[in-house]
């Protein structure tokens, strides 16, 4: 009896698991869960007029514990742009110290699908079809039947367990960004949502496997969320609709929950693929390729409005209305040859009516977001991604592409956002305030385009550093002394190879100056592994339990899980002790 004691107890060794294992499982489930809290990410804030320090971690946790009677009782105020035109802002409610425009960013998700599994275009054991097929008396079918023995062995076998990983993966990857998404949207709390291009993975889909995608997009990874609705996705005008007013308080989440999606080349292609079937049928799923939005900010209470300019009443004044233009912009055929040169012309169109029914550079008060996909030039060694150009051999037609050429890049800078090397252009050559935000370069970038109007000698040239640079050596903010720039913000991925990144952009406005400003911080989640381990932790943590539980309720009821367990090993270890004390007993002499 006493070998079989020496045997562990499964209930025993499974109770010792559990102490470890439960614990871990919540202490890694709740970081998973709650992470942006522990990653303290937060929308920068505006600078406070005081003297008091505020933190963006405090704010955003703040607004988490507003008593949720209050929050709905202002809420149900809010007047919001459903339709093309808006007549009233939004009633005032709880006040905030965020910025009016939050903008979180995510950048190519790139949702993989049956291409990327074996069995979905090789079959399931296509060998062993062969195989059927060749098994002949002759000897060149049993030849050939040798073969596809082997085939079936090495490659039919790797390729079936290769999918069954992949589907597995795909499945998990659609929740971990999913994750992303639902963690920093509910903790952060943005006023809008951008993802900036390469929503699927390749744009050389057929149409059933590029809807089945589209549908995993909005049904699972941004479950919740939903398209800008095809009535405010508007084309540049002099006279137009506000999209929506940006609220000095926290009582709005209309624009929330709509995702401003922007095409990448996963999803149309470069300028050398991009036809009217693949434009028209990401535009039905997701949102035009090319359009604007406008938010205005109103006035605070007790302003002077006859301060603003006027046509009528005012024209010595250059400010205006505060005003946030959003222009969705394909880049992707900007660069020449490309295969259809009337969508090609169709970009340059509208970039042409962005630029004319922009205000004038002189004006004060409004400022442009520029959402797009290939980034502007930058010579190698400022990003990971150096220029890199490649075109089609039967055409030449441009195939792929890092960044854009120099020449389009500055066409955005001089035209968008009207900027120019020469002080002698209108409004000094400043421009206009903005910033820029892209994807492609899965790896991100922070730059500070700028041309020195002052510089001496030859060609005056654009040229970029990086932000943290560009601010160190202040660079940044030298428009006044002949300087002007603006910031680009290539955001990284938010695949799990490259973290889970969440892009926070802020913009306020500066009533002193009478200007926009903004601000930008990271809320990166992690690799893949980490939300694959936890949830792997769970189900074992989970599974355990129950076993146990179950285990000892069968105990309860009188059955013993630990002898049923080992019953062959007791019956085995009582043997010898048996066969030992008969053996003893033999041995002693006996009485009388």
Not at 87 to 95: F, R
Not at 430 to 457: F, P, S
Not at 545 to 557: E, Q, S, T
């Amino acid at each position: 009896m006493t070998r079989f004691c020496s045997f562990p107890k499964p209930m025993a060794i499974l109770r010792h698991v559990l102490r470890v294992l439960i614990p871990v499982s919540i202490a890694l489930t709740i970081y998973l869960y709650l992470y942006p809290v522990f990653g303290a990410c937060a929308f920068p804030l505006p600078p406070s007029s005081s003297s008091e320090t505020r933190s963006p971690f405090l704010e955003t946790a703040k607004s988490h514990w507003v008593p949720a009677f209050l929050a709905n009782a202002t809420a149900t105020a809010t007047a919001t742009a459903i339709n093309s035109s808006i007549e009233e802002p939004p009633a005032p409610a709880l006040p905030s110290k965020k910025a009016p425009f939050r903008l979180l960013t995510l950048g190519d998700p790139q949702l993989e699908g049956s291409t990327s599994i074996p069995i979905e275009y090789l079959g399931v054991f296509p060998h062993a079809k062969s195989l059927v097929r060749n098994f002949k008396l002759s000897r060149l079918g049993i030849k050939q039947a040798l073969h596809d023995v082997v085939d079936i062995l090495l490659e039919d076998t790797f390729n079936f367990f290769e999918s069954v990983r992949k589907i597995i993966d795909l499945f998990g990857n659609d929740f971990y960004l999913a994750h992303i998404y639902r963690s920093v949207h509910w903790w952060t709390r943005p006023t809008h949502v951008t993802v900036l291009g390469d929503l699927v993975g390749s744009q050389w889909l057929n149409e059933a496997e590029f809807t089945k995608r589209a549908n995993r997009y909005w049904n699972r990874v941004f479950r919740g969320a939903e398209k800008v609705p095809n009535s405010l996705q508007a084309y540049p005008a002099e006279e137009y609709d506000l999209s929506g007013y940006l609220s000095r308080f926290d009582n709005d989440t209309t624009w929330a929950r709509r995702i401003i999606n922007v095409a990448g080349n996963h999803d149309i292609g470069y300028a050398g693929d991009i036809t009217t079937n693949l434009t028209a049928r990401f535009e039905k799923a997701f949102g035009k390729i090319n359009y604007e939005l406008r938010f205005e900010l109103p006035l605070p209470e007790g302003f002077d409005s006859k301060t603003l300019y006027d046509p009528d009443t005012n024209t010595e004044s250059t400010r205006l209305i505060p005003e946030l233009r959003l222009v969705v912009l394909n880049d992707m055929n900007l660069d020449t040859p490309a295969l259809s040169t009337q969508l090609q012309d169709d970009t340059y169109t509208f970039i042409n009516n962005v630029i004319n029914t922009a205000a004038a550079v002189e004006f004060e008060g409004h400022y442009t977001v520029i959402l797009t996909h290939i980034p502007l030039y930058k010579p190698t060694g400022v990003c990971v991604d150096q220029p890199f150009f490649e075109f089609h051999s039967h055409d030449g037609t441009l195939k792929e592409q890092n960044q854009l050429s120099v020449a389009a890049s500055k066409g955005f800078l001089e035209g968008i956002l009207g900027m120019s090397a020469s002080s002698s252009a209108p409004g000094g050559g400043k421009g206009r305030r903005g910033i820029i935000l892209n994807g492609h370069d899965h790896a991100g970038c922070d730059t500070y385009h700028y041309v020195n109007q002052t510089a001496e000698g030859g060609e005056l040239e654009w040229q970029v550093k990086r932000w943290r640079q560009a601010v160190r050596e202040k660079t940044v903010g030298k428009e006044a002394e002949g300087v002007p720039g603006v910031r680009e913000i290539t955001v990284r991925s938010m695949m799990g190879d490259f973290g889970g990144n969440a892009g926070l952009l802020s913009i306020w406005f500066d009533e002193e100056s009478w200007q926009w400003k903004a601000d930008y911080d990271t809320c990166p989640l992690g690799t893949q592994h980490l939300w694959w381990l936890v949830h792997i932790l769970d189900l074992i943590a989970v599974v355990g339990l129950v076993v146990y539980i179950a285990c000892g309720a069968l105990k309860v009821v009188g059955l013993d899980v630990d002898g049923l367990f080992w019953g062959s090993s007791k019956a085995s270890a009582k043997m010898p002790a048996a066969t030992t004390q008969t053996e003893k007993a033999r041995a002693q002499p006996k009485s009388g």
